[in-house]
C-alpha cells in the first residue's frame, strides 16, 4: 500500500467540504434556527432529531448518539472505511488523493490514483465486454438457456450484470489488450496470463461471469462458473488478489444489497454467486457472498456496520458448523448492544438455490425466523465434546469461554452469556463477573459523562475554537497533574497555530487516539449558553480550573512545609499563590 494521506490534505478536504451540501444530497434536510435537521438516517425515527451544524461541520443525532464530521458520515452512510471515504470525498470535488513519501514496508508498491482509475475503467470495460459476449456469442443461447434453467430472469442477469467469457484463448485479450502496455495491465489484474513464451491468453475462458463490485459499485475482480466439463477448471474460478481486489475485505452482492434498500433491515450470509442471485429472483435482495475465503473478521466488520441482522447460512454438516463456528469468533468484538448474530444451518445436500426454488420465499425467510441465536451455537459448539457432569469439564467450559465472552463489547450479551455459562458450571453469575477482565462496573462508569468544569472547558473550545485566543495560554500548568488539563492545553495550542480550524478538522485529528470517543460527545454537548455570554462563560470556566491548579499546587507545598520543610524559593512560591488566590476570591466577590 502506499504511504499514509498527509494531515493537511484531511484538514484542506474538511474546510472544502460543506457537510449540509454532502448530508443533504442523501438526507432531506431541513432548516432549524442556525442549524439544520432530519429523520436519522441510522436508527428509525418518526421526530426529526438529527442535526446537522454548518458552523460546527459537525452532526449529531440526539436519538441514537450518531456524530462526526463529514469523514465519519461517509464512512457510516455509505459503509465505506476511512481511506475509501476521503478518496470518495476528494472524488466529489474532482482531487488526487496524495500520500506521503516515507518506509513502504508492504510488498505492493504504492499505486496512483491515475493508476487506479485507469484499473477500474478497465475491469469496468471486461464487465461490459462479458456482458456483450452473453447477447451476442456463438455460445450465446446455450448460456441463455442455461440461466433460465437455473430460474433466472433477464432482470435479475441484468441487476447483476452476469455475463459469458467466451471458450476461445484470446477473446479477451484481443479485443482490450491492444497494445503491449493495455495487456500488462490485463495480467496485472489478473484478467490474462502470460506463458513463458510470453504469449497471453484469456484467464477466463468458456464460464458464466459474475463481476464483484465494493463498497462504492466498482468492478474489482470477477468470479466464473465453467459452463462446460469440469475437466476443463474447478467448478468455480475466482479472480486472485491484485492491487484493487482484497478478497478479505469484500463481499459479492453487497453493493448490489445496499443499492436495493434505503435501509438494510438484515443481510444473510450465504456460500456461493448463484445463491445470491437466486435468492435475488426471489425477491430476497438482502444476501452476500464471502468469496472462495471463510468468513473473515472483517467481512463480520462491515456486515454488522451495514445493519443491525446478520443470518450466517451454512451447510448442516461438519464444514458448515466449522465455518459458523469461524463467523462467531470473528464476529464477537463487533456484537454492540442492539445487533444480532443468527445462524441457519441447511438440510443435507441443499444450498440456498436450491431450497428457495423448491419451497419458494415465503418458506425460506421463515427458515431465516427460525435462525438460532449465537448464543445458542457458541455453547453448543464449547460444549461439544465436554463432559459437563465432571468437575474437568466444566473447568474446561470456562476456560474457553471467558476469553471469548471478553471479547464482546456489548454488555448485555456479556451478562447473557454468563447467565448461561453459570447455569452450565453451577457458578452465580457473580461470581464469573468477578473473572472478567474488564468487569462490568468499569463499562458502567465510562458510559456515564457527567459535565466536570474541565469537560465544560473543553466541550466549548471544541465546539467554538475561536474562543482559544480569549484566554491565556499557560502550558507550565500541565505539570500540575490536573485531569483532563493536558488534553485542554493541547487542544487550546492547535486551535491558536490554526486560527481558522473547525471543529470537524480538530476531531478529525484525534479519530485514531483514545480520545476521540469522548471529544465527539463532548463536540455533540448542548450547552444551552447564549452566543452573547460564551464567551466570558468560557473564561470563568477556565478560571475557576486554573485555580483549582493554583490550589493543588498550593496544597501540595503546605503538605511538604508540614512533613519535610520548604526552600526559600517554596515558601516565596507559597506566598504569592497565596496572594493570588486571595485576589480570586475578591474579583469573585
Known amino acids: 500500500m502506499a504511504g499514509k494521506i498527509p494531515r493537511q490534505f484531511i484538514d484542506d478536504l474538511l474546510a472544502r467540504t460543506d457537510i449540509v451540501e454532502l448530508i443533504d444530497a442523501r438526507v432531506n434536510l431541513k432548516k432549524a434556527g442556525k442549524d439544520y435537521q432530519a429523520c436519522c438516517p441510522f436508527h428509525n425515527e418518526k421526530t426529526p432529531s438529527f442535526t446537522v451544524s454548518q458552523d460546527k461541520q459537525f452532526y449529531h443525532c440526539f436519538g441514537c448518539g450518531a456524530n462526526g464530521n463529514a469523514i465519519s458520515f461517509v464512512m457510516e452512510y455509505d459503509k465505506l472505511d476511512f481511506v475509501d471515504a476521503i478518496e470518495e470525498l476528494a472524488s466529489l470535488l474532482h482531487l488526487e488523493v496524495p500520500r506521503e513519501q516515507g518506509h513502504n514496508n508492504s510488498e505492493r508498491p504504492p499505486v496512483s490514483q491515475e493508476q487506479k482509475r485507469s484499473d477500474y475503467e478497465l475491469m469496468e470495460q471486461a464487465a461490459r465486454y462479458y456482458q456483450q459476449q452473453l447477447r451476442h456469442h456463438a455460445n450465446s443461447q446455450l448460456v441463455i438457456d442455461y440461466l433460465k434453467g437455473r430460474g433466472l430472469s433477464g432482470q435479475t442477469v441484468k441487476d447483476y450484470q452476469i455475463g459469458y467469457a467466451p471458450s476461445e484463448w484470446e477473446a479477451l485479450c484481443q479485443t482490450l489488450g491492444k497494445n503491449p502496455k493495455q495487456k500488462q495491465q490485463l495480467i496485472e489484474l489478473k484478467l490474462a496470463t502470460q506463458k513463458d513464451n510470453g504469449r497471453t491468453f484469456d484467464f477466463f475462458r468458456d464460464r458464466l461471469m459474475f463481476p464483484i463490485r465494493d463498497r462504492r459499485g466498482r468492478v474489482i475482480a470477477f468470479g466464473g462458473r465453467i459452463m462446460g466439463s469440469d475437466d476443463n477448471g474447478p467448478k468455480y474460478l475466482n479472480s486472485p488478489e491484485t492491487r484493487v481486489f482484497h478478497k478479505g475485505f469484500e463481499l459479492y452482492g453487497f453493493y448490489e444489497a445496499k443499492q436495493a434498500h434505503k435501509k438494510l433491515e438484515q443481510l444473510l450470509i450465504v456460500e456461493g454467486y448463484m445463491d445470491v442471485v437466486a435468492l435475488a429472483e426471489h425477491d430476497i435482495k438482502y444476501a452476500v457472498a464471502a468469496l472462495g475465503t471463510a468468513t473473515t473478521a472483517e467481512h463480520m466488520q462491515l456486515l454488522l456496520r451495514a445493519t443491525d441482522k446478520v ?139 457527567k ?30 497533574g490536573l485531569p483532563g488539563l493536558e488534553l485542554f492545553l493541547a487542544i487550546q495550542k492547535q486551535c491558536l497555530d490554526n486560527p481558522q480550524i473547525t471543529t470537524a478538522q480538530l476531531l478529525e485529528s484525534y479519530r485514531e487516539r483514545p480520545e476521540y470517543g469522548a471529544l465527539t460527545k463532548l463536540a455533540a454537548w448542548p450547552h444551552q449558553i447564549n452566543d452573547e455570554v460564551l464567551e466570558p462563560h468560557f473564561q470563568q470556566t477556565v478560571k475557576f480550573i486554573e485555580d483549582q491548579c493554583l490550589n493543588h499546587r498550593l496544597e501540595t507545598l503546605l503538605i511538604k512545609d508540614k512533613t519535610q520543610g520548604l526552600s526559600f524559593e517554596e515558601r516565596r512560591e507559597y506566598a504569592l499563590l497565596t496572594q493570588a488566590l486571595k485576589g480570586s476570591e475578591v474579583l469573585e466577590s
Not at 443435507?348 to 435462525?371: H, I, T, W, Y
Open 451 to 480: 459535565m466536570t468544569p474541565m469537560r465544560t472547558a473543553i466541550a466549548l473550545m471544541v465546539q467554538h475554537p475561536q474562543l482559544a485566543p480569549t484566554v491565556e495560554y499557560m502550558p507550565e500548568l500541565a505539570s500540575l
Open 311 to 449: 443470518i450466517c447460512c451454512y451447510d448442516g454438516d461438519r464444514a458448515g458448523r466449522d465455518a459458523a463456528w469461524r463467523a462467531l469468533e470473528n464476529a464477537l468484538p463487533y456484537l454492540k448492544d442492539g445487533k444480532a448474530l443468527k445462524f441457519v444451518f441447511l438440510p443435507d445436500g441443499e444450498d440456498p438455490d436450491s431450497l428457495v426454488q423448491q419451497e419458494g420465499k415465503a418458506a425460506f425467510e421463515q427458515r431465516l425466523g427460525d435462525a438460532k441465536d449465537f448464543i445458542e451455537v457458541f455453547f453448543a459448539r464449547l460444549s461439544e465434546h465436554i463432559d459437563l457432569t465432571q468437575d474437568a469439564g466444566k473447568a474446561k467450559l470456562l476456560s474457553e469461554a471467558l476469553p471469548l465472552i471478553e471479547k464482546i463489547p456489548s454488555e448485555f450479551y456479556q451478562e447473557s452469556l454468563l447467565e448461561r455459562l453459570a447455569r452450565f458450571i453451577g457458578r452465580t453469575r457473580e461470581q464469573l463477573n468477578a473473572k472478567l477482565k474488564t468487569p462490568k462496573q468499569q463499562k458502567r462508569v465510562e458510559s456515564q459523562f
